[in-house]
């Protein structure tokens, strides 16, 4: 059979945004065919919809646009039918106008309209103002459909909008109607124990109002004390760490408007939760004392028997709340005795034993091999610091002086023999009581020698002549003598 076309493509005028139909048919069906628009291949997709049922064959093309018009083919091998298709524009227009809208305050406004083609840009405004998305304002737009969303109305937010599509515009006016303001829900009286915390709580009938709080005629200011809250509609005040003072009459004020309600703190008793502890401490440590009150702030004094202690060096005092505490340092024997904490007419007590520390030489004097001239170091130490000692050489009780110097840091103790002779060999001994120790010091003699001999001289007539010559060792008896005659000083000798 011969291939034609027996039904050719017919040229169409379509509006804008259908959907058009072109339609041919071949004289036998199954024949492969291409479409085209000029020498574009079409391809089937969203846009084009191609279908062939026997000889009948069909192309649409949905959503059209000026863009779409010109000549479109359908292709059979070398057959071609043509047709052309022209898309006559919509005219764009606001089919659905801005309305004018009455909303109350804080709440949200939609504004809508519609245009008669979608996916045209817009623009919004207030007044001569371009508006942007974010928290405040939320533009939509779907197809044709176009709204602005006003969230949070303030009086400020009341005037006139518009939706500007180009040169088309469309207009409404919002009137924000201002919400009347007043407590819903008003401050409670309370009742509340010393000590703890007080939370005032009330409510007003909008969020963002400006509010104080008093304390009688008294304006409160945030800090330690007093803590204050506003969350939208809801307002707080926190009263820490009541004391009786903070009883009285509160007020939360929103300009002309005021709740009151009173605090009535109740006073805790005082006493001692815990005791003092009596204590057994060795000599030279510190003692701890504690104890604790019922109640934070209260004035306290300590004291030893009848004696007020004050602190320093040897009393430490602290107060962290309601706990209490006295270290006493560096202990004696006299420390030991009854300790009192005193609260007014409050009293805990508790004692200390201190005791004695063993005298004993934990380091030992050291047997000493000194050379003559040197100096000696003895040393030796005690189990505790302060104790009065004495030096002895043999019997012989010594004394500080340039030959000998004694030295006690704390448990350390020193004995320095300066400018050693033989005669200071012997046994030497650190007394504290009965408690001794001893070593011995052996002095050992420096070998005489002249260790500088006598030099010839050759001296002028009348002149005065000097013969020198030095020792190993000091103090050594001499004589000088010209050859075997002994010399004697005089104006001639010296």
């Avoid at 069906?29 to 084009?48: D, I, N, R, T």
């Avoid at 007044?127 to 737009?141: R, V």
């Avoid at 504690?290 to 009848?306: D, F």
């Avoid at 006598?454 to 005065?464: A, F």
Wanted: with cysteine.
């Amino acid at each position: 059979k011969p291939l034609y076309f027996c039904k050719e493509l017919q040229n169409l005028e379509v509006e804008e945004g259908t959907i058009t139909l072109l339609c041919c048919e071949l004289s036998k069906p199954g024949v492969a065919v291409q479409w085209k628009k000029g020498a574009l291949l079409l391809k089937p997709g969203e846009k084009y919809v191609m279908k062939q049922d026997g000889c009948e064959l069909q192309l649409m093309i949905h959503d059209l646009r000026s863009s779409d018009s010109g000549s479109y083919k359908c292709c059979a091998g070398t057959l071609v039918t043509t047709s052309s298709i022209v898309v006559k524009g919509k005219p764009l227009l606001f089919c659905k106008e801005l309305q004018n809208l009455e909303v109350g305050e804080g709440t949200t406004a939609l504004l809508s309209c519609e245009t008669s083609k979608p996916g045209v840009a817009v623009q919004w405004k207030k007044g001569a103002l371009l508006l942007k998305p974010g928290e405040k304002y939320e533009m939509k737009q779907d197809g044709c459909e176009l709204q602005l969303m006003i969230h949070d109305l303030r009086n400020s937010d009341s005037g006139s909008y518009k939706c500007c599509a180009g040169s088309l515009v469309t207009t409404g006016s919002i009137v924000v109607k201002e919400k009347p303001l007043f407590f819903c829900k008003e401050l409670q009286n309370l009742e509340v124990e010393e000590g703890t915390t007080a939370l005032f709580y009330c409510e007003l009938s909008k969020p963002g109002v400006v509010a104080q709080w008093k304390k009688g005629a008294l304006l409160l200011k945030p800090g330690e004390k007093y803590e204050m809250k506003q969350d939208g509609c809801e307002l707080q005040l926190k009263i820490h760490d009541l004391r009786s003072s903070d009883s009285g009459s509160y007020k939360c004020c929103a300009g002309i408007h005021t709740t009151t309600a009173s605090i009535l703190v109740k006073e805790k008793p005082l006493f001692f939760c815990q005791e003092l502890q009596n204590l057994e401490v060795e000599e030279g440590g510190t003692a701890l004392f504690c104890c604790e009150l019922s109640k934070t702030g209260v004035a306290v004094q300590w004291k030893k028997g009848a004696l007020l202690l004050k602190p320093g060096e040897k009393y430490q005092m602290e107060q962290d709340g309601c706990e209490l505490q006295l270290k006493i340092h560096d202990l004696k024997s006299s420390d030991s005795g009854s300790y009192k904490c005193c609260a007014g007419i409050l009293v805990t007590t508790a004692s200390i034993v201190v005791k004695e520390k063993p005298l004993f030489f934990y380091k030992e004097l050291q047997n000493l091999d000194v050379e003559e001239g040197a100096i000696a170091l003895l040393c030796c130490e005690i189990s505790k610091p302060g104790v009065a000692v004495q030096w002895k050489k043999g019997a012989l009780l010594l004394k500080p002086g340039e030959k000998y110097k004694m030295k006690q840091d704390g448990c350390e103790l020193q004995l320095m023999i300066h400018e050693l002779i033989s005669s200071d060999s012997g046994s030497y001994k650190c007394c504290a009581g009965s408690l001794v120790t001893t070593s011995s010091i052996v002095v050992k003699e420096k070998p005489l020698f002249f260790c500088k001999e006598l030099q010839n001289l050759d001296v002028e007539e009348g002149k005065t002549a000097l013969l020198c010559c030095e020792l190993s060792k000091p103090g050594i008896f001499v004589q000088w003598n010209k050859e075997k005659k002994l010399l004697r000083t005089g104006s001639k000798y010296e």
